[in-house]
C-alpha cells in the first residue's frame, strides 16, 4: 500500500499526495502508460479524491502525467520524436540562455552556482533521484535567470522540467555512477567564470546531447 511522505505541518495534504506521487514516478512504482484511477489512489493513500485530484493536476503540469477526455490521468508516454523534439528545443534555448548569462556574470551569480554543485555532489553520494530532479532543474534556473529575459527563463523552466519527466522512463538515465551531470555542471560554471560564451555553448550542447545519446541506447 502507498504512504504519504511525511511533511512538516505547514504542507497541506495535497502537497503530501503530491510529493508522494511523484516518488512513486520516479521510483517506477508507477510505470509510464498506466492509468491512474483518483479513487484507488485515494484509498491507497488514505485520503479524499480532492488532494488526489489536485496532485493528478500538478503532475500534469510538471509533465508525469496527461489527462485523456473520457478516460481520466494517466502516467505520460512520450513517444522517441517526441523525447527527441523537446531535447533540440531545449538546446536551442540553453544556448541563448547562456549566451545572455555570460554577459551578466557577478560574484553572487558565481556563489549560486556553487552552492548548487554542493548540493549537487551530496546527491549523487546518496543517489537520491528525487533531490537530483530538484537541484539539477534549480542550476539550469540560476543561469536563465542571468539571462536577464523573464520570458526566456520560464520557457527554460518548462523544458528542462518536461525533458527531466521524458527521461525519468528510462532507466540508464538514472545510472549515477555513469551520469556525467556534476561534472558538466562544473565545467559551464568554469566557463562562466571566465565568460568565454562560446565554450559555455559548447558545453550545453555537449551535455545535453550525452543525455539524448544514452536515451537513444535505450533504444527509444
Known amino acids: 500500500m ?8 505547514y504542507i497541506n495534504t495535497g502537497d503530501s499526495v503530491y510529493r508522494s506521487l511523484r516518488r512513486l514516478i520516479l521510483i517506477k512504482k508507477l510505470r509510464w ?10 484509498e491507497q493513500l488514505g485520503v479524499s479524491r480532492t488532494p488526489v485530484r489536485e496532485a493528478l493536476r500538478r503532475l500534469r503540469n510538471d509533465g508525469f502525467v496527461v489527462m485523456k477526455p473520457n478516460s481520466g490521468a494517466w502516467i505520460a508516454s512520450p513517444s522517441p ?13 540553453e544556448c541563448w540562455s547562456l549566451s ?16 548548487k554543485l554542493e548540493e549537487e555532489t551530496g546527491i549523487f553520494r546518496a543517489r537520491d533521484i528525487e533531490r537530483y530532479f530538484t537541484t539539477n532543474r534549480g542550476f539550469h534556473n540560476i543561469i536563465a535567470g542571468a539571462s536577464g529575459n ?22 540508464k538515465f ?3 555512477d555513469r551520469n556525467p551531470s556534476l561534472r558538466e555542471h562544473r565545467a559551464i560554471t568554469e566557463a562562466l567564470r571566465e565568460r568565454d560564451e562560446e565554450r559555455c555553448t559548447a558545453l550545453i550542447r555537449r551535455h545535453l546531447k550525452i543525455t539524448m545519446e544514452e536515451l537513444q541506447d535505450a533504444e527509444l
Open 174 to 176: 538514472f545510472d549515477f
Open 81 to 93: 520524436q517526441e523525447v527527441l523534439d523537446a531535447y533540440a528545443l531545449r538546446t536551442h534555448l
Open 100 to 115: 545572455l548569462a555570460v554577459r551578466n556574470v557577478t560574484p553572487l551569480l558565481l556563489i549560486r552556482l556553487e552552492e
Open 150 to 171: 523573464s520570458f526566456l527563463v520560464q520557457h527554460v523552466d518548462d523544458i528542462s522540467t518536461k525533458t527531466f519527466v521524458f527521461s525519468v522512463f528510462y532507466e
Open 2 to 9: 502507498a504512504e504519504l511522505i511525511p511533511a512538516p505541518d
Open 33 to 42: 502508460g498506466q492509468r491512474l484511477s483518483e479513487s484507488a489512489l485515494a
